[in-house]
C-alpha cells in the first residue's frame, strides 16, 4: 500500500502518466490473432505508410484499426500539438477481451459450443 495523503498519491500516480498520443477501441468483435495480422503490418511506419496499408487491406479488421488510427493522429493533433508528418506508430497491440459462448445444435441431440471471440485493440503513436 501506498503512503500519504489520498491527494499526495493521486498526484504521484498522475506525473507518471504516458504522454504519447493514443487511442483505444474496446470490446472490437475481432479475435487477437486476425487483428494482429494487421497491427504487425503497421508497427514501427510513419503514419501516411500505415493509413495506406490499412486502407488497402482486405481484411475486416483492418477497418477497425484504420479508424483507430484516425482517432489517435486527431489526438495528436488536438491534444499534444505535434505535426502530423513527424508521427509514426510506435506501439499498436490487442488484448483478449471476453468471450461470448453461443451453441450449436450438432447430430443426435449434442450440442457444440462456438466461442465469439473480442479484443481489445491499442495504438500508440509518437514523433520521429
Known amino acids: 500500500m501506498a503512503k500519504g495523503h489520498r491527494s499526495q498519491i493521486k498526484r ?3 506525473a507518471n ?3 504519447r498520443p493514443s487511442a483505444k477501441l474496446s470490446y472490437a468483435r475481432v479475435s487477437v490473432q486476425k487483428a494482429c495480422f494487421v497491427l504487425d503490418a503497421i508497427r514501427g511506419k510513419d503514419v501516411q505508410t500505415a493509413l495506406g496499408i490499412v486502407t488497402y487491406n482486405p481484411r475486416y ?3 477497425l484499426i484504420k479508424k483507430l ?3 489517435a493522429i486527431a489526438n495528436a493533433e488536438n ?3 505535434m505535426n502530423r508528418e513527424k ?3 510506435e506501439e499498436c497491440y490487442a488484448n483478449k477481451g471476453p468471450t461470448m459462448k453461443r ?3 450438432r447430430a443426435r441431440g449434442r450440442a457444440y459450443r462456438i466461442e465469439k ?3 481489445h485493440i491499442t495504438v500508440v503513436l509518437n514523433e520521429r
Do not use: Q
Request: charged share 30%; hydrophobic share 30%.
Open 12 to 14: 504521484e500516480r498522475n
Open 17 to 19: 502518466k504516458d504522454t
Open 61 to 63: 479488421a483492418s477497418t
Open 69 to 71: 488510427l484516425e482517432s
Open 79 to 81: 491534444n499534444n500539438n
Open 87 to 89: 508521427l509514426f506508430v
Open 103 to 105: 451453441i450449436r445444435p
Open 117 to 119: 471471440r473480442m479484443s
